[in-house]
């Protein structure tokens, strides 16, 4: 059956195709439009360069009136990644605008890697790290990275 | 009594101390959107996104008791005649100043083409705004679908009824209902930031009106106030009159213009925190 959400994110996934921002991509899953598979390279000059991050989105009736939830699956080591891979990020709660489609989401989430936001930590201890001792937060994160290659 | 000695009393009556220890292993914020759609869910399984139209007088039976609102329901019955309800989810401005201008239109020829023309100009001024085409397109495409729908009528005979059920359809259809509302909530951002200068003197705090605009204006669900109203309806060149009833000491219930001094198309009546349609004599 097709609804509005539906509709709409067979338009999301034929402008991912024909327009592919740098640096992401995604598909829904074989069975279910629903819910997307989604992987994000790790920005150039950051800890997280050459690092393969999978995430999984998970979109609901509402969606584009509500935002979907968005998961890392690969193990991250960031100041705004929870521990079960959810993201602390603005435009996915209280700043998410109807107007925002994946390939906008999946960039903001890009560019979440390469500006962590340490005051509003979902992982204190890497935004602890990030903030008074950088060295060793880049040995965690380029950990995850070489963890990404396996997963 | 402070905190302490209160929960000590607790303790002697044998009721146990809540203890909800902030756990930093568990996602917060998931939580308490969780709870939030929770709430939701019982809003929407309860009442309709835009009611049926109701005689003025029901509104009496909601303040048995209560003299101040009696009296005010029973001077605003001088002017109006019915009242339409509709869904509290933060979105009932939107919602009900759209349903009653559309529903004006369907025997307004003239206004409606004018309005036409409007929206469907509205795109592309958002686009030039720097709103993002591919999206905004989606909802401009819906947006000018329900339009369209009400002008359909004006070419056959018997306009009227068949057009407002029609009307009460789409609108209670929660997929178009919400995205005529989010349009809405686009073309008011859209103006917001077009005369930014202005609108700036509205907003409290630091916030710029961009930010505004993302936080309390395209955000579903967020509710609506004076600056919403303002730049919706001079955006779209149509009068709205709010009836505002509140708990103020005067028995007359007090009417703004929007934008000030013009004709009003659109009647609404405000509750602390909510909108609701109303029909003049």
Sequence with gaps: ?151 | MSKKQLSAVFVKMGDKVPTTKYDPNVNQDELIMKQQRLIEKEIMDSIPLVGDKEDFSSLEGEYDGDDIYKQKVKNLAKNYKYIRRTRPDGNCFFRAFSYAYLEKLIDDREEFNRFRELAAKSKENLVALGFPQFTVEDFHDTFMEVIDQVGKHHSVLSPGAPAGEDLHKVFNDQGNSDYVVVYLRLITSGQLQRDSSFYQHFIEGARSVEDFCHQEVEPMYKESDHIHIIALSTALGVGVRVRYMDRGDSAEVIAHDFPEGSLPQVHLLYRPGHYDILYPH
């Design chain 1, 1 to 151: 059956m097709s609804t509005p959400a539906r509709r709409r994110l067979m338009r999301d996934f034929k402008r991912l195709q024909e327009d592919p921002p740098t640096g992401v991509s995604g598909a829904p899953t074989d069975n279910n439009i629903m819910i997307w598979n989604a992987v994000i390279f790790g920005p150039h000059d950051t800890p997280f360069e050459d690092g393969t991050f999978k995430l999984t989105i998970e979109f609901t009736e509402e969606y584009p009136n509500k935002p979907p939830t968005v998961r890392f699956v690969s193990k991250m080591f960031h100041p705004n990644v929870y521990a079960d891979g959810g993201i602390c990020l603005d435009i996915l709660q209280n700043r998410w605008s109807p107007t925002y489609d994946v390939s906008a989401i999946l960039t903001s989430i890009q560019s979440l890697l390469s500006d962590p936001n340490p005051n509003s930590p979902a992982n204190s201890m890497a935004a602890q790290l990030y903030k008074e001792n950088r060295r060793e937060y880049e040995k965690r994160v380029k950990a995850c990275v070489e963890q990404s290659f396996v997963d």
